[in-house]
T-cell receptor, first 115, second 108 residues
């Protein structure tokens, strides 16, 4: 069966520090991968999605970036964190398909607090 | 991408059937409608998906009228553990747009 792992579960970082969040998927090949951010009490905001290694689409201009160095690995990074980067970060995967909207499967998320 | 509109919140007593309606006036021909459930501090969980008419699984039913401009998630006999945020999504094959969701509070 397919599983998705995100780490760390919680993270406290000072303003201006770098960030690296990692997400890996097991049990499937060539998945679509997604990074979302959820502010407290708000909906999910799509940040990045990827349909293949090295292929990243950005949905929201910001100081975050994403990379996909391997088929089932998705990394969210920042060189300098801002206070506004605080939130709940979720990674998700879906089957790469063209005929229908494939359901997304989410990880347990990373709670990021910027001090 | 089609935008969705849902009620912000709903309350229901335990044991009742709950219907949550989502509007998606600009749904495209190849878009499916997907519903997710999210508990606090967890990622959303897929509940059900449909294209037209009615879909039923062990958790919920999804009703979609012929014009597909809205859909209704039906949860039979809710329990306290169904208290969560429910998202209606409409999108293409690569990405979807999450709306604000409906916060369902089940009351004892």
């Amino acid at each position: 069966s397919q599983t998705i792992h995100q780490w760390p579960a919680t993270l406290v970082q000072p303003v201006g520090s770098p960030l690296s969040l990692e997400c890996t998927v097991e049990g499937t090949s060539n998945p679509n991968l997604y990074w979302y951010r959820q502010a407290a009490g708000r909906g999910l905001q799509l940040l990045f999605y990827s349909v293949g290694i090295g292929q990243i689409s950005s949905e929201v201009p910001q100081n975050l970036s994403a990379s996909r160095p391997q088929d089932r690995q998705f990394i969210l990074s920042s060189k300098k964190l801002l206070l506004s980067d605080s939130g709940f970060y979720l990674c998700a995967w879906s089957v790469l398909g063209t005929e229908r909207n494939q359901p997304q499967h989410f990880g347990d998320g990373t709670r990021l607090s910027i001090l | 991408l089609a935008k969705t509109t849902q009620p912000i919140s709903m309350d229901s007593y335990e044991g009742q059937e709950v219907n949550i309606t989502c509007s998606h006036n600009n749904i495209a021909t190849n878009d499916y409608i997907t519903w997710y459930q999210q508990f606090p501090s967890q990622g959303p969980r897929f509940i059900i998906q449909g294209y037209k008419t009615k879909v039923t699984n062990e958790v919920a039913s999804l009703f979609i009228p012929a014009d597909r401009k809205s859909s209704t998630l039906s949860l039979p006999r809710v329990s306290l553990s169904d208290t969560a945020v429910y998202y209606c999504l409409v999108g293409g094959y690569q990405k979807v747009t999450f709306g604000t969701g409906t916060k369902l509070q089940v009351i004892p």
